[in-house]
């Protein structure tokens, strides 16, 4: 695969739960270490919206043909907001990949749907939807799904797109950019 592949990146900003909205950012790098482009787009929070957003974003990008995968700071924007991982694929045939630091702790997932959510159980199983990979990585480890893509071809993604530490570049930018918006400074660990 080549080093310089186009990588969309996903996060959204802080918020609180008294907040209707949260801006999402999208970048745009090639392979690591190059930016190519910056999206803002928002989601509802603990909403419906997410799996449409992203797939708005992939569609409306003027990089869109060049784009290689979808890289998501894990299942969720804007809270409990999930994204549908395989019908963004679906609709869009690009591949995606969450990345998140620490394993799913479904137990405290389901208890926290089932206190806020009356769809608490559609939303759990959108969650756990798919194969969580347990990826080893020069520091910790980390737990990648995909859809559209086989995980060693994810891994490889993951590896040509990060610069340091454990998160990709695509995805540590857009926290980055995120919470700068949102809060004057960035900061904090995508």
Not at 23 to 52: H, P, W
Not at 55 to 80: E, T, V
Not at 119 to 128: C, G, Q, S, V
Request: proline letters at 3%; aromatic letters at 6%; charged letters at 25%.
């Amino acid at each position: 695969m080549k080093q310089q592949i186009r990588v969309l990146g996903i996060d959204d900003s802080p918020f609180t739960f008294t907040d209707k909205y949260t801006t999402i950012i999208g970048v745009v790098m090639r392979g690591g270490n190059y930016l190519e482009c910056v999206i803002k787009n928002q989601v509802s929070i603990d909403g419906e919206d997410a799996t449409f957003v992203c797939k708005d974003i992939i569609k409306s990008s003027r990089h869109r043909k060049q784009l290689k995968a979808m890289l998501l700071d894990g299942i969720a924007l804007g809270g409990f907001n999930i994204v549908d991982i395989d019908s963004i694929f679906i609709s869009t045939k690009l591949p995606v990949i969450t990345v998140t630091r620490d394993k799913p702790d479904f137990n405290k997932i389901e208890h926290a749907l089932k206190k806020n959510f009356i769809d608490w159980e559609k939303r759990l199983k959108l969650i756990k939807k798919g194969t969580i990979h347990k990826v080893v990585t020069s520091h910790n480890p980390i737990y990648v799904k995909c859809s559209g893509i086989d995980i060693e071809e994810a891994k490889e993604i993951i590896k040509i797109s990060t610069i340091r530490g454990v998160i990709p570049e695509p995805i540590r930018v857009a926290h980055l950019i995120a919470s700068g918006i949102i809060r004057g400074e960035s900061y904090g660990k995508a």
